[in-house]
Structure formats: structure tokens, C-alpha cells
């Protein structure tokens, strides 16, 4: 009878999953080849409110709406993912400070690291039918020179990678913008080197 009684009982809710990037680069980075840069906190101005929901499109029937997974969340709000991600890539090949630590180092050994300041714009999972999707990352970036009078404009730059999930749901929509997100911090790693020459 006590056993019955404990069948009636309803379940645990179940908590969201949570997800990140990955462990990331488990190789030592090389030594710093390149100049220094700063790299502000990237800013999100239109994502969510600085929520944790994994969101998509259904981009066949109303890509205007965003839509959260119930039971998927980040485990840091997405523009710290991405941030983390970049100054990661971004790392293999020069020192990458924060935005204060470049001001403070160019108190005590000379001019300030170039500093980009970065706006992440779309990142989301497209359908593009009931069972294809993609991880887009959309982001803009600002290369800034400090000089006595302020910041000075370098170059700016935007970026849009997709990137193919495997499977039709959170997991791969996951997926998906993990590599997107890899793809993206390539493709500004290479603009750096050049940009503002």
C-alpha cells in the first residue's frame, strides 16, 4: 500500500541542461609572436537581455521570432562564451589583456596595446526546414588606436559564419555555434593581423 502511495506522487521537475564550448585548447600556446591587444568584454546589446537560453529560428515559417529551448540553457550568457572563446584563439599567437589592463600598462611602459571593442549581434539556431538547422554567429568588431586626444578608429569589421548542426535539436544546434564560433575567432584572428595597417 506504501508503495502504491509513492507511485502517485509526481516527479522531480527536470532541471535545464546546461552548456558550454567545450574544454577548448588542451595543447600548450606557442610563445607570443605578435603584438599585444586588448579586447573589451564583447557587448550584446539586442540578445536576450544577457539570458541564458539556448534560442532559435524556424526560418521557414517566422524567422522574426526568437524561440528559447525549455530545457537548454548556456552556462554563461552567450556573449561570455563568445568572449572566452576568442580571447582563447586569439591568445595562441599574442598577449590578450582587458580593456583596463591596457591602460594601465601604458601608464608604465609606453603606448597602449590596440584595443577592439566587439558587438555580438546574431547567435542563434536557423531551420531552415523541420530538420536542418544551423549555428549562426553574427558579430561586429572595432579596432582602436589610444592616442592623447581618445580612441581613434582604425578599422571595423563584420562578421557572419553558419555552421551546419548535426542533429535537429539543442544538442546540435549546440554543437553547430561552438564550431561557428571557432570559425569566427579564425576569421578575426586573421583581420587583426592586418586590419589598421
Known amino acids: 500500500m506504501t508503495l502504491g502511495a509513492c507511485s502517485a506522487l509526481p516527479d522531480k521537475p527536470l532541471r535545464a541542461v546546461q552548456y558550454d564550448f567545450g574544454p ?8 607570443a609572436s ?27 515559417a517566422d524567422a522574426q521570432q526568437l524561440r528559447p529551448y525549455t530545457q537548454a540553457r548556456w552556462s554563461v ?3 561570455q562564451l ?9 591568445g595562441q599567437r599574442r598577449a590578450v589583456l582587458g580593456a583596463g589592463d591596457s591602460a594601465a600598462l601604458a601608464r608604465t611602459s609606453g603606448p597602449a596595446p ?10 542563434t539556431q536557423v531551420f531552415q526546414s ?6 549562426l554567429v553574427r558579430l ?23 555552421r551546419p548542426a548535426p542533429s535537429a535539436d539543442a544538442p546540435g544546434g549546440v554543437r553547430a555555434l561552438a564550431a561557428a564560433t571557432d570559425a569566427l575567432a579564425q576569421e578575426l584572428d586573421a583581420w587583426l593581423e592586418t586590419a589598421g595597417r
Open 114 to 123: 590596440r584595443l577592439v571593442r566587439l558587438e555580438l549581434q546574431e547567435f
Open 130 to 135: 523541420p530538420t536542418a538547422s544551423t549555428g
Open 77 to 79: 550568457p552567450p556573449a
Open 24 to 31: 577548448g585548447t588542451t595543447t600548450a600556446l606557442a610563445t
Open 82 to 90: 563568445v568572449g572566452q572563446r576568442l580571447r582563447d584563439v586569439l
Open 140 to 162: 561586429r568588431a572595432t579596432l582602436l588606436e589610444n592616442t592623447p586626444l581618445g580612441d581613434s578608429l582604425l578599422a571595423q569589421r563584420s562578421f557572419s559564419v553558419q
Open 34 to 60: 605578435l603584438p599585444p591587444l586588448a579586447l573589451a568584454d564583447v557587448e550584446a546589446p539586442g540578445l536576450s537581455d544577457g539570458g541564458t537560453a539556448v534560442v532559435y529560428r524556424l526560418g521557414y
